[in-house]
């Protein structure tokens, strides 16, 4: 896994930036009720995204929370006296504080299935009755775009997806949420060209290849024989899903 704290200062630029975060901010607010009044991003990162959420919606009163003291401090900057420094298994919060909860690429990252179910209780637990929880969902599927490059990178093996969203929705269901809802939204700028998809695999960034392992050379290989070796294939196309916490 990453170390958040140290790709903090560059993690924006190489996620696609303002217009990825423009695009997961307009499909988010379409899936909060217009009468909601406080909203908890949940592993906000560098709150570029909390932030388009705060600007979007006039009235909206936007708090952030990473594990990340690096990207906690990069939020900061962009949302002052509006992040907290938490774990999200552990939020530190009352009971129904909030009108809206967004996880917006966090469930993918956090590892086992039962720490997602620890996120998504107490995601439900801040949630006041009648408020509206939305999350991304397969993430990793969304970068399969049915490229060249992901025929190459076909071969190589799977983990089961923590975040699929037939598990996040059972999850939900066992936290008392039920669903209410679902959108997508385009990558901006993320679409892998395949001297980039090389470096990532040089990198270490395929966690089910080891760099310098037959598989992953063979792959390696493949890759730089493919056209146009610095053109983007299509952006990823990222889920969310929406649930709700039954009451008024």
């Given at each position: 896994m990453l170390d958040y704290d140290q790709e903090a200062e560059a993690y924006d630029v190489s996620r696609g930036g303002e217009p990825r975060a423009a695009a997961a901010a307009d499909a988010v607010l379409g899936l909060i009720p217009e009468d909601a009044h406080r909203l908890l991003d949940v592993?906000?990162?560098?709150g570029i995204v909390t932030r388009r959420?705060?600007?979007?919606?006039?009235?909206?009163?936007?708090?952030?929370?990473?594990?990340s003291y690096g990207m906690a401090r990069r939020a900061d900057a962009r949302l002052p006296r509006a992040v907290v420094l938490?774990?999200?298994r552990r939020l530190p919060f009352a009971d129904g504080t909030f009108d809206a909860v967004t996880g917006i690429w966090l469930l993918h990252l956090v590892g086992r299935p039962e720490d997602v179910r620890a996120v998504l209780a107490e995601c439900a637990r801040v949630l006041r009755p009648g408020g509206v929880y939305v999350t991304t969902?397969?993430?990793a599927a969304a970068?399969?775009?049915g490229s060249d490059i992901d025929a190459v990178l076909a071969p190589r093996p799977r983990r089961p997806a923590v975040d699929a969203a037939q598990a996040v929705a059972a999850h939900a269901a066992a936290c008392g949420l039920v669903p209410a809802g679902a959108a997508g939204f385009p990558g901006v700028g993320?679409?892998?060209s395949p001297r980039s998809t090389l470096a990532d695999l040089r990198r270490g960034w395929f966690a089910t290849l080891t760099p310098g392992d037959p598989l992953p050379?063979?792959?390696a290989g493949r890759l730089a024989e493919l056209p146009d070796q610095d053109l983007p294939r299509p952006d990823p196309m990222?889920?969310?899903?929406?649930?709700?916490?039954?009451g008024p």
């Open positions: 592993g906000c990162g560098t959420l705060a600007a979007g919606r006039p009235g909206l009163r936007v708090t952030g929370v990473d594990l938490a774990d999200s969902v397969d993430k970068h399969d775009v993320q679409g892998r050379e063979r792959i990222f889920s969310l899903r929406a649930f709700r916490k039954p």
